[in-house]
């Protein structure tokens, strides 16, 4: 009875959080931030899905874009082609679609995943890449989709409601579908084949039917993405869905920590809302930027040093190591004012948008510089011990 008391009470904790994201979404921010929130929602799906694959079953898969544009595609072509016949209500509408984008996106996950993970390394990540690059080249050529001209989708979602809601409900459930997994004896299974494939084939495990598993889970957790992607955007072209995408991802999941499912979080909040807030900024006093970057660089310079001879908690190294990141960007803040005083960059300014993604670029690099295993390596955060050192 306990047991299914707590379920009931984490499901209900799931959906109360999706609503309230949702109502302080659409009550709170404008319109662009409201997109920011959904494309975090995404991203987070999509982030954990691939670190399903990547970091907790340890594959090298590149291409999980393609599975995203999978699904994208499918629900939208459903739609087009079933939505005016059909009596259901659009908000009742758009589940259904996201349910077929992750049936036929689990379906390819499994044409590629059976063939081909026997491979592992660089040859699988070949593979998956490959795949990635062919469902662009067909969707630019398949005029049933629209071709390289694009496919509408009607109703739009913004014209209806932009259904926040089931964005972060997705991307929660997707959370918790990863964590209850590695939680179950199942889920040991696919740790297993992570740290060594051939003692856990010499144990039992079935390494393929494994690396399968979790290569169609991961697809269809992406090709729902890809469903609500497609009604919220209300058009789709095959340059949505480019090489980028998969490699933003990815870089996602390295960043967070390969196999934390909370490091995945919480870089695809953050990649995912950094380049469009920097953006919004103007202009941005030179002088400033010199010193910041002074400042980042002293940072990451004396980080890699005291690291070495800290020792203790994860948590006191993490506060540490924060005190002294703060220190080095505030002192860097301060040279900046102090520049300003010269006259050659007293005037001087650059704008923001130009250099978003310089700054994007260098943000991933200095942060790798610093911590090459990510933020959290395969830690979590837990209720009890807010850092975990992961289960073995």
């Known amino acids: 009875m306990r047991f299914w008391g707590v379920r009931l009470a984490s499901i209900a904790g799931g959906i109360g959080l999706a609503v309230l994201i ?17 494309l975090a929602g995404l991203y987070v799906t999509l982030a954990v899905s691939l670190n399903l694959i990547n970091g907790i079953t340890g594959q090298f898969s590149i291409g999980h874009a393609a599975f995203y544009q999978v699904g994208a595609y499918a629900a939208g072509l459903f739609t087009v082609k079933v939505f005016s016949s059909q009596p ?20 390819a996950g499994l044409l590629v995943g059976l063939p081909s993970l026997r491979l592992r390394g660089d040859y699988l990540a070949i593979v998956t890449l490959g795949f990635g690059e062919i469902i662009r080249i067909l969707s630019q050529n398949l005029k049933v989709v629209g071709a390289a001209s694009g496919m509408a989708i009607e109703p739009k979602m913004l014209s209806q409601s932009p259904m926040v809601w089931l964005c972060w409900l997705l991307a929660i ?19 297993a084949v992570r740290e060594d494939e051939i003692a ?20 269809a957790l992406a090709g729902a993405a890809g469903g609500f992607y497609a009604h ?14 998969s490699f933003i991802i990815l870089t ?3 960043l967070g920590g390969s196999g934390s499912i909370t490091g995945s979080v919480i870089a695809a909040v953050a990649l995912s809302a950094l380049p469009e807030l920097l953006r919004n900024i103007k202009t941005i006093p030179l002088a400033t930027v010199i010193g910041l970057t002074i400042g980042v660089i002293a940072a990451v ?11 203790g908690p994860v948590r006191d ?13 505030g002192g860097g803040y301060l040279l900046g004012l102090g520049l300003r005083a010269l006259p050659a960059l007293s005037e001087a300014t650059t704008d923001g948008n130009r250099i978003r993604m310089v700054i994007f670029a260098g943000t991933l690099v200095l942060l790798m510089l610093v911590r090459p295993q990510g933020v959290l390596g395969h830690r979590e955060f837990g209720l009890g011990k807010w850092l975990r050192e992961p289960a073995r």
Do not use: D
């Open 22 to 38: 949702h109502w302080i979404a659409l009550s709170q921010l404008s319109a662009f931030g409201v997109r920011l929130v959904v």
């Open 88 to 107: 259901l209500t659009f908000m009742l509408w758009v589940p259904v679609a996201m349910i077929v984008g992750a049936v036929v996106a689990s379906a």
């Open 173 to 191: 459930g997707s959370i918790a579908l990863c964590r209850n997994l590695l939680q179950t004896a199942h889920g040991l299974s696919f740790l």
């Open 200 to 219: 856990s084939s010499a144990m039992g495990i079935n390494v393929t039917r494994t690396k399968v598993a979790a290569f169609v889970l991961g697809s």
């Open 232 to 245: 919220y955007e209300g058009f789709l072209i095959p340059t949505q869905f480019g090489m980028e995408v």
């Open 252 to 254: 996602m999941v390295v």
């Open 301 to 311: 310079s004396l980080g890699r040093r005291w690291s070495e001879q800290l020792h």
């Open 317 to 329: 190294r993490v506060l540490k190591l924060s005190g002294l990141t703060g220190l080095c960007l």
